[in-house]
């Protein structure tokens, strides 16, 4: 008994491969993300530093994270320390965007 192997007729894929032979699709150059480098002129690192601060938060915290970034926040602002309680308020704006915007109408001067 012999095997034959039948290549499967996709109709959308060959009128894509007619389409592209016509020049009437373009082609996408796409390039590596890397993210241990310089990017685009910027030295140091391509993270934003709220971020990495928040996923370090998150992982000690889990789910509670948002609560316990809320309760730092207003501990350092009880404490008359505003730059840190900003700190903790942008922590908290990456979990909870209403917690953030009350704790900064509450607790920061204007």
Do not use: C, Y
């Amino acid at each position: 008994m012999s095997i034959r192997l039948a290549t499967a007729q996709d109709p959308a894929r060959n009128a894509g491969k007619h389409a592209a032979g016509r020049g009437l699709v373009t082609r996408v150059r796409v390039l590596a993300a890397n993210d241990n480098g310089a990017v685009e002129g910027i030295a140091g690192s391509a993270f934003d530093p709220v971020l990495v601060a928040a996923l370090r938060h998150f992982a000690r915290h889990g789910l509670d994270a948002p609560r316990v970034a809320h309760a730092e926040a207003a501990r350092s602002a009880s404490e008359g320390n505003a730059p840190v309680a900003a700190e903790w308020i942008a922590i908290t704006g990456m979990f909870d965007r209403r917690l953030a915007a009350a704790a900064k109408r509450e607790l920061l001067p204007a």
